[in-house]
């Protein structure tokens, strides 16, 4: 292999060829056959779901992960957080022309690793590459296939006044792992992305009665989710402030440089409505996994909006995301 | 909307959602529900394939179709191609900060569109915003769902010498109306981009005995197909030029600029490997359904190669593609 991406790498011949089997298929193993159009899809029984997302985050690597786990992580967590056990991935690289074949490897074998710890398949791909000037060195798309129980019913309509609202872990780490690392602060190091798949804390909720609602808290953080619950449900989210879990060196980081941890993305985290009656059975349940969970707040009734009850028992609305401060975090 | 996109509509906030619902959710139907984590995939009777696509096309718009509807086609084709009843799409969008409203409200229209046409609903999707220099205006990645009968067998492993190779129409109107539309050529306008689903081709041969193998002729064209053919199947592809089906203004084009139409991309043609006694029918359904279709060759047993019987009774090989005379046309 060269050691650099050219254009040709790109365009259905041999250089073509010799990168999907070199760099792609052997890292992603026998699940993957190069030689089809559509790959086929053993579903067990169930209810089958769906989700894609693209990933631009810079720089491609970064404390904690790269853009290959995040990859995969954040369109397991999708599934995931539906319900659902994710089982097949669909890959997509948008290459700029020059990047670095080693590094192109490192991801990929992330990738790969990431795939195997979340128990997911890559069945099918698809690599472009775009001239230099045209693109960020490499862009990915993932789509999840999952299967959940088909008497699953986990949504915003489910959500009731007076549901509690939980969290699996600290905030904000991905989001300033990964501004550290572009940004080359001397910080870096000190804070590691929470990047993983969430499978292991929402496994064990599956037939657990009174959960309503999950999502993995990534671009636009927690105040994000607050808002959709808000929104959706047409209640007032109040989140305690003192009862969010902020690592010390996030928080140390987020008032040095102004920034607000509970709009910072996660990349390994669920947020969860849950009935009162049920709220402690999740947070045992977390725990149990391993997870600084946390109940954090609660739904009441109320203008949609999302308040947080701050340290010193005063009152702030977590106003709708408008202009990100740290774009391209995933 | 303001007129161009910015970095904003891609961070997760209000400007997000108004960028997914005004351009997006209208346009995409009922089927695409914003606020799901992972869409309910309802799938029929049948073994379910997936595949993927990404479409880095320069320019966005071309005649005969655009980005939008290649995205579509290409994953759609796909499906079809192998023996699948398309029926669900993933729609990813990286859209570069700056691109015009207008231009991206129109290829979601045509998006939308070519989905209707296919018969596919988009039910999950995903945007976002590079930052200027960063992109190519607009890439987009489909990934694409559907369900074949569990009984299909089509694949290189059922090509047996003597069988006979067909094309469902002209090759390389894909490649050569990019091509003019690139490079703003006069003579853009005359040929059109044969983008379109082929299901109605291939539906009509489920159930066809003989049926061995079909491909739509993308990347790399005509000859890129018959190499796959050749080397998967460890035998020689014999194809006749003056069977092959090449439109006049194509024709012209490739002759004086020293194109092989047989490397250019197709976007709406299938390529099929056919028992001898079932070539016929093929060609009859195929016309029944308005195919300027052709019985272009056959596989014979020899060194894995592909050999164009010229029209002056010569030979010559078609090699494999190394570098693309036409890059980025999908």
């Excluded at 050219?6 to 026998?30: D, K, P």
């Excluded at 987020?254 to 849950?274: S, W």
Aim: with cysteine; proline share 6%.
């Amino acid at each position: 292999m060269e050691r650099h991406v050219t254009l040709a790498h790109g365009n259905g011949g041999r250089f073509m060829r010799e990168l999907i089997e070199t760099v792609f298929a052997q890292r992603l193993g026998s699940g993957l056959d190069t030689q089809l159009d559509a790959a086929p899809l053993d579903l067990p029984p169930g209810a089958a779901v769906i989700t894609t997302d693209a990933f631009t985050v810079q720089p491609l690597e970064f404390p904690g992960g790269d853009i290959g786990s995040l990859a995969v992580n954040g369109t397991v967590n999708d599934l995931a957080v539906s319900g659902a056990t994710p089982l097949y991935l669909t890959l997509n690289a948008i290459i700029e022309e020059g990047l670095e074949t080693a590094l192109l490897e490192r991801v990929v074998a992330s990738l790969a690793q990431a795939a195997r710890e979340a128990g997911v398949r890559v069945v099918a791909g698809d690599t472009k590459v775009v001239p230099r000037g045209q693109g960020g060195g490499l862009y990915l798309a993932t789509t999840g296939v999952g299967v959940r129980a088909a008497a699953c019913r986990l949504g915003f309509s489910e959500i009731r006044p007076g549901d509690a609202v939980l969290v699996s872990g600290p905030v904000g780490d991905h989001g300033i792992a990964v501004m550290l690392a572009r940004e080359q602060f001397e910080l870096s190091g000190s804070i590691v992305s929470d990047c993983a798949p969430v499978t292991q804390l929402t496994a064990p909720l599956a037939k657990l009665a009174g959960l309503r609602f999950m999502r993995d808290p990534t671009r636009g953080g927690l105040a994000t989710v607050a808002h959709d619950i808000a929104s959706a449900a047409q209640m007032c989210v109040r989140l305690q402030e003192t009862q969010i879990p902020v690592r010390p060196g996030v928080r140390a980081v987020c008032k040095m440089l102004g920034y607000d941890p509970y709009y910072l993305a996660c990349e390994g985290r669920v947020v969860a409505v849950a009935a009162p009656e049920a709220a402690d059975e999740v947070l045992r349940l977390w725990r149990r996994a391993g997870a600084e969970a946390a109940r954090i707040g609660r739904v009441v009734p109320g203008r949609a909006s999302v308040v947080l009850e701050t340290e010193i028992g005063g009152e702030r609305f977590l106003e709708e995301l408008e202009d990100d401060p740290l774009p391209r975090i995933c």
